[in-house]
């Protein structure tokens, strides 16, 4: 689960790592307000889960009450990365001395978290590690120790930072640290950690995501979720139980298990077509699952067909069957659905399924080649 910069900064404040405090708001007249309140140049930032805002547009600097009010007219009428902004943080301004990268991660290589940093900050990250990879530090953390102050500082020295500003910066990092640690983050980034023209280190920019299998001992951070900035697909899978993961592709995929699941994203890719989405509805047998299974689909308009793989074990094949049809009756599904199934009850699915003129095959690579070719416009 993403956080907005806002709510980042608090855990940011309550950990001691220094931030510009700043007034959330949702319309251009709660912007002028909080713009007069803080006084002199501010910052209006949109608060969506999404990188890059201020080349989009989503940051701006205002000078009276009035630009402010102005900046967050527009501001609010964009659409970042599909994500319509609703929200923006208003900051007094600061006056950037230098813009370092810092992030904790957790490194898959290594399996350990890395502290990620460059003296390259403030611009996109994926840029330089594109373009200039040794302008990034990585430093593996251990588990045991965490990062040390003394760790922290040495980095620093690395990406060329010294003196005072260097230590201030190496203890926001140890503190960063803490915040990922303790809260169960996936990620803690602050881009850019900024020196300020009169010496002082601060974070600039915050996001942290938070593993979303830790959640349940934050009740807290679980609080700060924000439904509006979640596509209604995710927010059903949610509610229903299903793993759910969207994806670049067109093809949709419907499968029982994890591990076939991934094995059909395999089959796809090595056929040639790319996997709208990983979509587990696990081992039970339950019709309801497989008619938002497919609601969750269908309400991905990129889906040009739907490959439902079906291995029956616990899950029966004509519940499957009957969910499909169930789908069918309350959803208009405007693209080609291919059917593999086969295992427990395979025979009555097919019959249930012959009901409404469907067909189902046992073959999953002759699944995954017609799904393919119904998504290019070819044969169902
Ligand atoms: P992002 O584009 O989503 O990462 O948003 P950031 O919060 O990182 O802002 C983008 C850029 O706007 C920063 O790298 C800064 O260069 C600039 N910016 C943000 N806040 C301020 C500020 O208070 N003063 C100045 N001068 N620039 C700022
Ligand atoms: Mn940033």
Same mark, same amino acid.
């Given at each position: 689960?993403?956080?907005?910069?806002?709510?980042?900064?608090?855990?940011?404040?309550?950990?001691?790592?220094?931030?510009?405090?700043?007034?959330? /708001?949702? &319309? !251009?007249? $709660?912007?002028?307000?909080? =713009?007069?309140? *803080?006084?002199?140049?501010?910052?209006?930032?949109?608060? #969506?889960?999404?990188?890059?805002?201020?080349?989009?547009?989503?940051?701006?600097? /205002?000078? &009276? !009450?009035? $630009?402010?009010?102005?900046? =967050?007219?527009? *501001?609010?009428?964009?659409?970042?990365?599909?994500?319509? #902004?609703?929200?923006?943080?208003?900051?007094?301004?600061?006056?950037?001395?230098?813009?370092?990268?810092?992030?904790?991660?957790?490194?898959? =290589?290594?399996?350990?978290?890395?502290?990620?940093?460059?003296?390259?900050?403030?611009?996109?990250?994926?840029?330089?590690?594109?373009?200039?990879?040794?302008?990034?530090?990585?430093?593996?953390?251990?588990?045991?120790?965490?990062?040390?102050?003394?760790?922290?500082?040495?980095?620093?020295?690395?990406?060329?930072?010294?003196?005072?500003?260097?230590?201030?910066?190496?203890?926001?990092?140890?503190?960063?640290?803490?915040?990922?640690?303790?809260?169960?983050?996936?990620?803690?980034?602050?881009?850019?950690?900024?020196?300020?023209?009169?010496?002082?280190?601060?974070?600039?920019?915050?996001?942290?995501?938070?593993?979303?299998?830790?959640?349940?001992?934050?009740?807290?951070?679980?609080?700060?979720?924000?439904?509006?900035?979640?596509?209604?697909?995710?927010?059903?899978?949610?509610?229903?139980?299903?793993?759910?993961?969207?994806?670049?592709?067109?093809?949709?995929?419907?499968?029982?298990?994890?591990?076939?699941?991934?094995?059909?994203?395999?089959?796809?890719?090595?056929?040639?077509?790319?996997?709208?989405?990983?979509?587990?509805?696990?081992?039970?047998?339950?019709?309801?699952?497989?008619?938002?299974?497919?609601?969750?689909?269908?309400?991905?308009?990129?889906?040009?067909?739907?490959?439902?793989?079906?291995?029956?074990?616990?899950?029966?094949?004509?519940?499957?069957?009957?969910?499909?049809?169930?789908?069918?009756?309350?959803?208009?599904?405007?693209?080609?659905?291919?059917?593999?199934?086969?295992?427990?009850?395979?025979?009555?699915?097919?019959?249930?399924?012959?009901?409404?003129?469907?067909?189902?095959?046992?073959?999953?690579?002759?699944?995954?080649?017609?799904?393919?070719?119904?998504?290019?416009?070819?044969?169902?």
């Amino acid at each position: 689960m993403n956080l907005h910069e806002y709510q980042a900064k608090e855990l940011f404040e309550r950990a001691g790592i220094p931030i510009v405090p700043g007034i959330v /708001a949702t &319309t !251009p007249a $709660e912007v002028r307000a909080a =713009a007069q309140k *803080i006084g002199g140049t501010v910052v209006i930032k949109a608060q #969506v889960h999404s990188g890059g805002r201020g080349k989009a547009g989503g940051v701006k600097l /205002a000078n &009276t !009450p009035e $630009e402010a009010e102005e900046k =967050a007219r527009a *501001i609010l009428a964009l659409t970042i990365q599909g994500l319509p #902004v609703r929200k923006v943080l208003v900051t007094s301004a600061v006056d950037i001395a230098s813009e370092t990268y810092a992030a904790i991660l957790v490194d898959r =290589a290594v399996k350990k978290p890395i502290l990620m940093l460059s003296a390259a900050g403030g611009v996109d990250i994926e840029e330089v590690a594109h373009t200039n990879p040794g302008a990034i530090l990585k430093l593996p953390i251990d588990l045991t120790t965490g990062l040390l102050p003394w760790q922290a500082r040495a980095a620093m020295g690395k990406i060329g930072k010294s003196g005072k500003e260097a230590l201030a910066m190496a203890d926001i990092l140890v503190r960063l640290y803490r915040v990922f640690w303790d809260e169960d983050a996936s990620m803690a980034e602050i881009n850019p950690l900024v020196i300020t023209k009169d010496g002082k280190a601060l974070a600039l920019d915050a996001k942290v995501s938070i593993d979303d299998n830790a959640l349940f001992r934050h009740d807290d951070l679980e609080a700060m979720r924000d439904i509006a900035d979640e596509t209604s697909g995710s927010i059903l899978a949610r509610e229903r139980g299903l793993s759910y993961v969207p994806l670049e592709g067109d093809i949709g995929c419907i499968v029982n298990g994890a591990g076939l699941a991934m094995a059909t994203m395999d089959l796809v890719k090595y056929y040639g077509g790319q996997p709208a989405n990983f979509l587990d509805i696990g081992g039970s047998s339950n019709p309801e699952k497989v008619v938002a299974a497919l609601k969750i689909i269908t309400g991905d308009s990129t889906v040009k067909a739907i490959l439902f793989n079906i291995f029956g074990g616990i899950t029966r094949c004509d519940d499957v069957a009957r969910g499909i049809l169930t789908a069918l009756d309350q959803l208009t599904i405007g693209v080609p659905l291919v059917i593999r199934l086969t295992g427990t009850n395979e025979e009555l699915a097919r019959k249930i399924l012959a009901e409404k003129g469907l067909t189902a095959t046992t073959s999953m690579d002759d699944a995954v080649k017609a799904v393919i070719a119904a998504s290019q416009g070819g044969a169902r």
